[in-house]
């Protein structure tokens, strides 16, 4: 983790500051060290700007076909430090994360749904549909009409993703 403080200075900056959400400052962060994660060979599977606490978090999590250890934290950290200073894109301090997605992990971009076909999928709904709010399944993956398609006990379900809370990867134990 960092510690980051923004200079007192009105310089110009590389990246604009994004204003407004967090989702943008995400994003921003996204496009800046994407270049620098693909460089060292990792996948980078998102990006979170959260409040935790009292704390702002810059949550970045990576992964590769080997599996991430915490060399690999400390490595995609000390490259994107520099970047993240220089472009200075958060106007507050905040902690930065590095980390990996772990064994469970949750589907949020059209990317995480196409590596993750053929895994079992949880899929959290906002309302019941045929009485359940939790399907369990094999991701199928995104249809034609932009529908989450899983395999449940032999037939494929889709599911308009508007309607999902929620998917994430399943591991029994």
């Known amino acids: 983790m960092s510690d980051r403080q923004t200079p007192a200075n009105n310089s110009p900056r590389a990246v604009r500051r994004p204003s407004g959400s967090r ?12 270049p620098t994660a693909d460089e060292l060979g990792y996948f980078l599977w998102d990006v979170e700007y959260v409040k935790e606490g009292a704390d702002m978090i810059l949550r970045v999590t990576i992964d ?14 000390r490259a994107i430090d520099p970047l993240l200073d220089e472009a200075d894109p958060i106007e507050d301090a905040y ?12 589907l949020t971009r059209p990317e995480h749904f196409e590596v993750c076909i053929g895994d079992e999928v949880e899929l959290r709904l906002f309302a019941p549909v045929d009485g359940s709010k939790v399907w369990r399944g094999i991701l199928k993956g995104i249809d034609e009409e932009g529908r989450i398609v899983i ?3 032999g037939t494929d379900r889709a599911f308009d993703p508007a309607a999902v809370s929620k998917t994430k990867t399943v591991f029994d134990f």
């Open 23 to 34: 989702s943008r400052v995400a994003e921003t962060v996204r496009t800046l060290i994407t």
């Open 64 to 77: 590769c076909d080997e599996g991430i250890t915490i060399d690999d934290c400390e490595r995609m950290t």
């Open 95 to 106: 902690l930065l994360e590095v980390s990996s997605p772990g064994i469970e992990r949750e």
């Open 151 to 153: 395999e449940v006990a």
